[in-house]
């Protein structure tokens, strides 16, 4: 979800330098997929033994502790966040699906000092200034908009310290790729929030629907929190556990703009997400249901609305196996699948997102494209061959890479 465009949105900034931090191996705690043979792989979500014996997989929510990180007041503070694009697995985070997605090297930078009581933020993207007293009890009561998602992500992890400082994107609000989760996620590291990725990443989400009322799954600020360079995210959202899969070196991801771009808050987004949770009380976990018991509903929307879900863990799980094993030709059938799944079972898409995939499928070099993130305008995510460019298609393309999560640097 990207943050309320009520504010008036100012001409595109400049790049901010954000140096993605580089990393030689997955982070700590998370499981690397390794490419194999073309022999079928195991279960990619299987979990990993840790030292003591038990399965590596995420821990229980807990509270996000809130201290100075290595800095005292005072002192400059600088903490980056990715956007993130989903590779496939729209719409089915929210009903305990899986997902896969890939943090990228577009970023939100928060940079400032800690100290006194008063939280106070510019941006490069909004106008106004996000200014609060801590600690908040109503972060709805910030203005201007945007500044509801500083004062969510200071009122859960709880800080009693202020913040001075700036807000740099080079993530473009409204465009599917997560921005308003890559603020989040920045502030909380900048306010001084502890905790290991699944940790941050609830909390995130918390302080984001309780900012804008409009509820969201783990995908997004999981994906940016826990990224690993060159690797896109297997996600189980039931469990909240993820592995890192490698993205082969032989696939380009490009982001296409649409040029539509939506506002969560004022698009359907909600009522699909209600339409998939009573298909769940009705079938249990769609992810397991057969499709001989989902085409029993007798509602046509929940029908497809499950169906959705059902088919799209299932490419879901086939794309992450394919790019574990390196075999690029079938990525391209899956991802152009997804989106006529998007289209027409969950309805999600437009006729000028529909337009661009169209049009990017039939460029020579393109694998497939789809819509990303959750649909009503935004972006198209498309593979092609790595000497391909999409620069030029709709309202401008850029490739780009996997890339880590959230940090401080």
């Known amino acids: 979800m990207d943050p309320p465009t009520a504010d008036r949105r100012r001409g595109v900034a400049r790049r ?14 998370h499981a690397q997929v390794r490419r194999r043979g073309r ?30 990180t290595g800095a005292a007041d005072g002192d400059e503070v600088c903490a980056v966040a990715p956007g ?18 890939m943090a990228i090297d577009l970023a939100t930078e928060v940079r400032g000092r800690r100290g006194g009581r008063t939280v106070e933020l510019t941006s ?37 310290t202020g913040f001075t400082g700036a807000v740099s994107s080079t993530v473009p609000p409204g465009s599917g790729l997560s921005s308003s989760a890559a603020i989040g996620l920045a502030l909380a590291l900048a306010l001084g929030a502890t905790g290991d990725a699944a940790t941050l990443a609830r909390a995130c989400r918390q302080a984001e629907e309780l900012a804008t ?17 060159g690797h896109a995210l297997l996600i189980d959202c039931a469990t909240e556990t ?34 998939a949770e009573t298909a769940a009380s009705l079938l249990g976990p769609i992810r397991t249901a057969s499709l001989d018991r989902i085409a029993e509903l007798d509602d046509d929307v929940l029908r497809r609305r499950a169906r959705h879900v059902r088919s799209e863990c299932d490419r879901v799980e086939a794309f992450a196996e394919a790019l574990a094993n390196e075999e690029i030709a079938q990525l391209g059938p899956l991802i152009s699948a997804s989106h006529r799944s998007l289209r027409d079972d969950a309805e999600v898409s437009t006729l000028v997102l529909d337009e661009l995939v169209t049009t990017l ?45 959230a940090h401080l640097r």
């Not at 009322?213 to 360079?229: K, R, S």
């Open 213 to 229: 009322g409009v509820p969201c799954g783990i995908m997004d600020q999981l994906c940016i929190a826990a990224g690993v360079e």
């Open 84 to 101: 993130r694009v989903v590779l496939i697995g729209d719409h089915t985070d929210y009903v305990g699906g899986l997902v896969l997605p």
């Open 16 to 29: 901010p330098d954000v140096r993605v931090h580089r990393a030689a191996a997955p982070q700590p705690g």
């Open 242 to 275: 993820h592995r890192a899969v490698a993205v082969p070196e032989g696939v380009a991801v490009w982001i296409v703009e649409s040029g539509q771009t939506r506002q969560l808050s004022t698009s359907p987004y909600a009522e699909r997400r209600r339409q």
């Open 124 to 160: 490069d993207q909004f106008d106004g200034v996000a200014r609060f007293d801590v600690p908040l009890s109503d972060p709805r009561t910030a203005h201007p908009d945007w500044a509801r998602h500083v004062a969510g992500v200071a009122a859960v992890i709880g800080t009693s």
């Open 39 to 68: 022999g079928r792989s195991r279960h990619l979500l299987q979990p990993r033994r840790s030292r003591r014996g038990r399965p590596g997989v995420a821990q229980p929510p807990g509270c996000c502790s809130v201290s100075t």
């Open 361 to 405: 499928e039939a460029r020579p070099g393109v694998f497939g494209a789809r819509l990303t993130g959750a649909g009503f305008g935004g972006s198209v995510v498309a593979l092609t061959e790595p000497d391909v460019d999409l620069s030029d298609a709709g309202a401008g393309g850029r490739r780009v890479q996997p890339s880590p999560g």
